[in-house]
C-alpha cells in the first residue's frame, strides 16, 4: 500500500511512531527519530544510526525531513544576521539570529505576509499569503541552529531565547504555532523552556484568552505603540475592535509562569506618538 511520502518535520514523537506503524515497524522507533531530528538536529536518517540500514532505505523512500533552505543572508556589524528562508512551495520568510555575551535570541515568522495592516510594519505592504506549518515554524529554529554550528560563528552555547516577533501575526495562525510550541519545548526534544519563549501579538483578545488556556504558555508581547484609541485606530486597525482598556485588561489576567513576563512593545513616531502627554499616559497604563 502507499502511504505518500510523509513529511516528518512537526510532527510529534506519536505521530511519527503512527507512520512507523502503517510501515509495518515497531512503534518504538518514532521515538528514536523524533530524538534524532529535534535534540540532537539530525535530519537525515542515514544518519540515526540506531535504525537499521533496511529502516534507513525504507523511510528514504516513504519519509522525509524538510528544512527550509537559506535563500540568502544580511550579516550585521554586530554579529545579528538576517536569514531569508525558502520554503517548500517557494514562498520566502525571514528570521534572525541575535548573539549576546550570555545567551542567544532567534526572532522566527510564523506567516508568509501578514493581514493585520499596521502602518509602521513593512510586512503588511506584503498583504498575506499563507500560513506556516507547525514543521515550517520549528524548521526556522532548527535551520539557525545548525547553520551557526556549521558555520561556528557565535554558535550558541548558552540558553537560547526564541520570540515570535517576525513576519505574521501568530495568533492568527493559532493551531500550528500552539504545536509549534509544544514541540520545541518538549524535554525530549528541543527542551526549550517557556521562559525563555516570547509570543508577540497586535492584540487579538479573544485569542489570547485561548492562549492562556494552551498546553504551552509562553510570555507575552503586546503591539502596543500608542496611548490613545484615537491614535492606535489609526497606526493599528485591530485597535477598533479591541481597544487598549479591554485589551490591558485581558493582560492584568494573562497566567504567566516562574520566571515569565508580559511586555508592552512601543514603536515611536515622530510627531504621531513621542508626546511628553503620551510618556504620561503609558506610565498610567
Same mark, same amino acid.
Given at each position: 500500500?502507499?502511504? =505518500? ?33 529535534? #535534540? #540532537? ?9 540506531? !535504525? ?40 520566502? @520568510? ?8 550570555? #545567551? ?22 506584503? %498583504?498575506?499569503? #499563507? ?11 532548527? !535551520?539557525? !541552529? ?6 561556528? &560563528?557565535?554558535?550558541?552555547? %548558552?540558553?537560547?531565547?526564541? &520570540? ?24 525530549? %526534544? ?11 501579538? &497586535?492584540? +487579538? ?5 485561548? +492562549?492562556?488556556?494552551?498546553? *504551552? *504558555? ?5 503591539? !502596543? ?9 489609526? +497606526? ?7 481597544? @487598549? ?11 504567566? =509562569? ?24 503609558? &506610565?498610567? +497604563?
Amino acid at each position: 500500500m502507499d502511504f =505518500g511520502q510523509a513529511e516528518f518535520l512537526g510532527l510529534t514523537s506519536a505521530e511519527i511512531s503512527d507512520h512507523l506503524v502503517l510501515l509495518g515497524e515497531n512503534s518504538y522507533h518514532g521515538g528514536q527519530i523524533y530524538r534524532a531530528v529535534y #535534540r #540532537r538536529r539530525q535530519f537525515r536518517f542515514e544518519e540515526m544510526t540506531e !535504525l537499521s540500514k533496511a529502516l534507513q532505505r525504507k523511510l528514504s523512500q516513504t519519509a522525509s525531513i524538510s528544512l527550509p533552505r537559506v535563500h540568502s543572508t544580511q550579516l550585521s556589524c554586530d554579529g545579528t544576521q538576517k536569514y531569508l528562508v525558502e520554503l517548500k512551495d517557494g514562498q520566502k @520568510i525571514e528570521a534572525v539570529f541575535i548573539p549576546e555575551d550570555h #545567551r542567544h535570541t532567534l526572532c522566527i515568522s510564523t506567516q508568509v505576509g501578514c493581514p493585520m495592516d499596521c502602518q509602521f510594519c513593512l510586512t503588511a505592504l506584503m %498583504g498575506f499569503a #499563507r500560513n506556516l506549518t507547525a514543521g515550517e515554524i520549528v524548521g526556522q529554529v532548527l !535551520l539557525i !541552529l545548525k547553520d551557526r554550528k556549521e558555520k561556528d &560563528v557565535h554558535a550558541p552555547s %548558552g540558553p537560547t531565547n526564541i &520570540v515570535l516577533m517576525g513576519m505574521g501575526e501568530p495568533l492568527l495562525n493559532f493551531d500550528n504555532v500552539v504545536k509549534a510550541l509544544i514541540l520545541l519545548t518538549d524535554a525530549a %526534544g528541543a527542551g526549550i523552556s517557556p521562559h525563555r519563549i516570547t509570543l508577540s501579538t &497586535v492584540g +487579538l483578545v479573544p485569542k489570547i484568552l485561548q +492562549l492562556a488556556r494552551a498546553p *504551552v *504558555v509562553p510570555n507575552l508581547a503586546i503591539s !502596543l505603540s500608542a496611548t490613545t484609541d484615537k491614535v492606535r485606530d489609526q +497606526l493599528m486597525p485591530i485597535n477598533k475592535r479591541y481597544p @487598549i482598556n479591554t485589551l490591558v485588561e485581558t493582560c492584568a489576567h494573562f497566567p504567566l =509562569g516562574p520566571r515569565q513576563r508580559i511586555t508592552f512593545e512601543y514603536v515611536l513616531i515622530d510627531g504621531v506618538n513621542d508626546s511628553e502627554a503620551d510618556a504620561r499616559r503609558l &506610565v498610567k +497604563l
